[in-house]
């Protein structure tokens, strides 16, 4: 099970890095919220998948589950979740203001 | 143009209160079973934002005189408050207590100090969260 | 246990928090601000006391005994950083009342700033990995909204690529932690050193230290530096001076605590790697700085460089040249917030950033003038003051390791740097007077003040190094023997 994850963690990634090469701001938003979701299924993957019981629900089973990955994740998801909001406002706004969405047409230039 | 939502705003009134007992229900259910106050307030604020779909911003804002933001200030401080509460027993900073009383009509009940921080999560990710949908909502552009 | 190390990432937290809900008030947001970080500098400087009567000071959150729980861990290094962090905390924010304008101030400026400094504090505190990602988030998310506030079109401009290159390395620090977990089981510092000194630095742990080492760089701008110049020049000149001061200075702080708690095994690998990435940020940092005729884009640079120059301390790997590189540090943070927060100041004097339109400057303000002279050549580490003693110390290391080349080019690079500052000096102070009194569209009134208290602190630093190098020299003491670390968070008593 734990390969399978890890090929689906992969196919993530790549997702995510052909969205974030892209040049429209949206894709990359998007690219970034499926790496951070890539990366949040590494964890799980990493911490090892289904090893017991779940864990703090009573104490008979003869194992349990490690509850550490999942707290993991619960906090990067909340502030994965808080950044994408916090972006997708912003870029929002940058387009209003900028009139355009195309990473190229945002090159720096000292003339302003 | 005017759209008839005759039918969502009836449902969403019925709906939403079932929404909100579930989402305090999922709160206080937290402390022993899947539950607490992150999902408890994102349930919280599915309702609310049912509620702003159906109808529009300016009747919400008159029924509920409520500044998220502050709302999300007011769970922040609350949560740091209850770690800080440690302090004064000269104990490690969030660390919580619980304890078995008898109450009035419920019985015997556990009471922990966690509920209180949990409140303050409950606060902050509800205001967070309709802070979130009302920004984007705001734009005059769009109505 | 002691509940004093969670003080100071508290006060700034309240008072961010009480601050929201006096938005209107916008008097009531200064005072509140001011109060608390002054009460932080007190808790800090009386901590960094605790820390050195009595050792390394932990506190178990919660109650929770490590390596299961949270830990926070104020060592010297720790302790220091956090002192420093919250007096140009405090001096920025003093800036920001005069120079930020009443639009940022009602919308939420002085609650993150003070979110930033919180996030800051607590990545210094921190000893668990995974909750040091959990500040650095506190920190940049706080430092996006610092950035684009205000919302002009350049600062939106630079802000999507400034969090976009963010986003991007924090998803990585995420993907660095979960492999670390799965090889180690743990993420308490203290105890992922122990269990990898017990078990040796294997390759794979040493790839994964070099990929912590590209997320730390990118925030450290340790050779990926390529986001900072364009996106440190748009916001205001509080925030790039505690953008300069502090968030780079975050990323070096985490290259230094890994590199020396946790993946020591291998300097050859790792800490040769450090020397030669350090030597191009030197040079490539001065070079930008010596090409640029824009004010800010020249500081930038040398911020750039600087980092360099700190990790080319640590990468000596010698007592010597980690003692200079701390030494340097905390130099370096309170410089480079004078340097920009005195940059600020000449353009909102001139209106302008580009140095070819300045001049003369130091007719009508000469106090500006010489303390940016101060400053600048304290940069470049001009006996006695403060650039010099952590300079020395650093080539000295380097001698010591035998990084010959490398010394020579930190020798170059520190020319080239007081060339770059002089620069500033030279065509923005003297020089033909291009405006009269009457033509300058603003004035410095209210932002010479905490200018003024980070020069003294900056010349103090130079010439009571005397008393300085004891605690410098116990910070270093921790960091080149991890087991004083350790004891001390997992309470092994010998």
Known sequence: MEVMMSIVVGILFAVATYLILSKSILRILLGTVIISHGAHLLILTMGGLKTGAPPLLGQEAPAYTDPLPQALILTAIVIAFGVTALVFVLAYRSYQELGTDDMEQLRGNDNE | ?????VILQTTAKVISFIILTFGIYIFFAGHHIPGGGFIGGLITTSALVLLYVAFDMETMNKVIPIDFKKMTALGLL??????????????PFLTHTFGYFDLPILGEAELATAVLFDIGVFLTVTGVAVTIILTIGEDEKWK | MNNLVIIPIIIPLLAGIISIFFLKHIVWQRWIGSVALIGTVLVSFYLLNQVYANGIQTLELGGWAPPFGIV???DMLSALLTLTTSVIGLACFIYAFKSVGEGRERHFFYPVFLFLITGVIASFLTGDLFNLFVCFEVLLISSYVLISIGGTKPQLRE???????NIVSSAFFVIGVAFLYAVTGTLNMADLSQRIADVGQTGFLTVLSIFLLIVFGIKAALFLYFWLPGSYRVPPPAVQAIFAALLTKVGIYAIIRIFTLIFYHQPDITHQLLAWLAALTMLLGVIGAVASWDVLRILAYNIV?????????LASFSATGLEGALFYLVHDMVIKAVLFLLAGAMISITGTTNLRKMGGLIVHHPILGWMFFIAAIALAGIPPLSGFIGKLLIIQ????????WITGILLLSSLLILYSVIKIFMNGFWGEQKLSRDEEKGNTKGLLAPCAFLVAISIFWGV?????????EMATQTLTDPSIYIQSVLNIKE
């Open chain 3, 305 to 313: 460089a600087a980092v360099g120059i700190v990790i080319f301390g």
């Open chain 3, 159 to 165: 802000s999507m690529k400034y969090i976009l290159v």
């Open chain 3, 72 to 74: 926070l861990v104020a």
């Open chain 2, 1 to 5: 143009m005017r759209i008839n939502d």
């Open chain 2, 78 to 91: 609350i949560a740091v408050s209850t770690g800080l509460g440690a302090l004064l027993f000269d104990q």
């Open chain 3, 464 to 472: 009571g190094a005397e008393w300085i190098y004891p605690y410098i």
């Open chain 3, 397 to 404: 290391g380097g001698i010591e390791t035998e990084h010959y």
